[in-house]
């Protein structure tokens, strides 16, 4: 399936997957995994975004990629002759790409959010060692405490996971 769904956001709307051409920098990308890394508390082997290839705060929309290599971890056992990327981890990678955008805006870089919910979940495609991720989100809401975006997952244009994603971030001192 193509992606094609459209979600609000700020003034105009946004259509997922059709949009002019990402801007880009030399390295092929906005942000690398080092300057992700600097923004989220995720690391290897768990950083599930490689690179951001879009940030468009204007529209309220981030783009990452994942290069989903044979040598990741979760193939040893998924399955084993048949290697598929687990679909709980392509959502992950969907919340990491989100998880990015909300460092990048003002007053939230040092705090971390949680899952709140998964909604409208639902997986169209197989990922398998070779692909590109296309991470697409497009945020609804966000508000001190709690967010929530239109997430796509794609390779190649075809659909391979969306789901609305949501998360809250606890108070300070919470996690502690």
């Known amino acids: ?7 609000a956001a700020g003034p105009e709307a946004v259509e997922l997957g059709r949009v002019p051409a990402e801007p880009r920098t030399a390295g092929g990308g906005l942000l690398t995994t080092r300057e ?3 923004l989220i ?3 290897w082997p768990f950083l599930l ?11 309220a929309r981030i783009v990452g990629q994942k290069a989903v ?8 056992g998924h399955f084993p002759g048949l290697p598929v990327m687990p679909g709980v981890l392509q959502v992950e990678a ?4 989100m998880a990015v955008y909300v460092a ?3 007053g939230f870089g040092d705090r971390i959010g949680l899952f709140a919910g998964i909604e409208e979940c639902r997986f169209k495609r197989i990922v398998t060692p070779g692909d590109t991720l296309r991470l697409e989100v497009v945020m609804e809401k966000l508000g001190r405490r709690f967010g929530r975006g239109k997430a796509v997952a794609s390779v190649d244009g075809d659909v391979a996971c969306e789901a609305v994603l949501s998360f809250v971030i606890p108070a300070a001192g919470a996690l502690r």
């Open 41 to 43: 508390p995720h690391r």
């Open 36 to 38: 992700i890394e600097a």
């Open 49 to 59: 975004v490689d690179r951001i290839v879009a940030y468009e705060p204007e529209h």
């Open 1 to 7: 399936m193509k992606t094609g769904t459209t979600a």
């Open 94 to 97: 969907l919340a990491q790409t």
């Open 69 to 76: 290599t044979a040598s990741e971890w979760f193939f040893q």
């Open 104 to 106: 990048r805006q003002e």
